[in-house]
DNA sequence: CTTACGCATCAACAATTATTGATACTCAAG
DNA sequence: CTTGAGTATCAATAATTGTTGATGCGTAAG
């Protein structure tokens, strides 16, 4: 049972955080490095850091080193995966299913 | 920062874990009682009982007492949420965004 | 009215996740 | 080589989340 939905969770919990949520929202319009995102959102740093991990390892960002900065982008596979296991959800729900035939 | 996000974390949250998308899974060709439900995934019903709830304050599943049975079932409304932010999600996001003009 | 079933809720505990401050690492500039 | 900026990581702690077993509530059947 786990097995299966191991990375559909990974994503969703990624996903199931303000903070990580608005980090994502601030890397759509193009990539940022750390001290950008302290600024914008406030935050410790080792904070943010601690959340773009948690994005990372869940493919849903990217990062590049430039210098001594770190830039983080969206990665549009791990959005592309997402919707994926949206769209399973989805797949072949039938709405009008009637009673179920079994009971206990 | 936290109150926009807060239903989508909500969403996100409740499909975050590996015992939840199994009951999504299940509940998608049709309605199922918990105790259908304990027996295919072989979970406590207090277990179950508890993550339905989760499942249910996201809008993820629909309940209906039947006598003493109560059945579940997926909420489309919810899901049809879900999918609108996952588009928000994707959209307006620029892949060819380059290095951000503001650097620390 | 009593009993038994299906389910929710609660309290206690376990496990996971998040925050904070300190420290270490990498790179670039002097 | 030294210093400082930007970032990651770590340890300690706090907060949240999940599990388990017990209990209680509602309903149907006897």
Redesign the pocket.
């Known amino acids: 049972m786990d097995g299966s939905h191991q990375k559909a969770a990974l994503l969703f ?1 990624a996903l ?2 303000a ?1 990580r949520l608005e980090l994502m929202k601030q890397l759509k319009d193009g990539e940022k ?3 950008e995102l ?1 600024d914008v959102l406030q ?12 994005l990372k390892d869940a493919d849903l960002v990217h ?1 590049r ?1 430039e ?5 983080y982008s969206v990665n549009k596979e791990g959005l592309e995966e997402l919707k994926g296991v949206v769209f399973d959800l989805n797949r072949d729900t039938n709405p009008a299913a009637g009673v179920s035939a079994t ?2």
Chains 1, 2 share one sequence.
């Open positions: 919990h199931s955080d903070t490095c750390v001290c302290t935050a410790a740093q080792s904070r943010l850091s601690f959340h773009l991990k948690v990062d080193r210098g001594r900065w770190k830039y009971r206990c």
